[in-house]
């Protein structure tokens, strides 16, 4: 069996991807969407038959049914950057002319552009993981969230809907 790590609505606000498993039939294993918030302010990601509501899928544990973690889309630029294509394709234009390097050459520049690419990932890695805490503390005060990220509503008694008794 292997461990699925789903999102919890308190992970989540307007604007973040995320990325969904085998289970729907309105969704393609592994498709991303943008997290979105209707007028009440309950998330959704959009679907085949239009909006598919993040609470829908909670379980009683608070998680997310087949809803998880999107890379984000900032950091797959360097996770997917491939310094081998790179090196492979790279001449040096100078003002002397153009220098092809040679295999030797083009190992050490794929080397060196790959560290340089890794550095610059975790120097922007923790950059990204704060404005994601940005947006999530902006969003749930704007809200009044609810610990589990729910949003928190008036509620009126099921057998006073006037609200005469609480006058
Ligand atoms: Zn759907």
Not at 34 to 51: H, N, Q
Not at 60 to 77: C, F, K, Q, V
Not at 127 to 153: C, F, I, K, M, Y
């Amino acid at each position: 069996m292997t461990h699925v790590h789903y999102l919890k609505l308190a992970d989540l606000a307007p604007g973040m991807t995320v990325r969904v498993d085998g289970g729907f039939t309105c969704m393609a294993e592994g498709e991303e969407r943008v997290v979105k918030a209707d007028v009440d302010g309950d998330l959704y990601i959009e679907c085949a038959e239009g909006r598919h509501g993040l609470a829908g899928q909670l379980d009683d544990d608070g998680r997310l049914i087949g809803i998880l973690d999107a890379r984000d889309p900032i950091s797959r630029l360097f996770v997917d950057f491939d310094a081998a294509m790179w090196a492979d394709g790279y001449e040096m234009d100078g003002d002397a002319g153009t220098y092809t390097p040679n295999d030797a050459e083009r190992g050490l520049i794929e080397d060196a552009v790959a560290g340089v690419v890794g550095d610059l990932h975790e120097q922007i890695r923790p950059l990204l993981e704060a404005r994601d805490a940005a947006v999530r503390d902006a969003w749930s005060r704007q809200h009044g969230l609810n610990a589990d990220g729910t949003p928190r509503r008036e509620t009126v008694p099921a057998d006073d809907p006037a609200g005469a008794l609480a006058k």
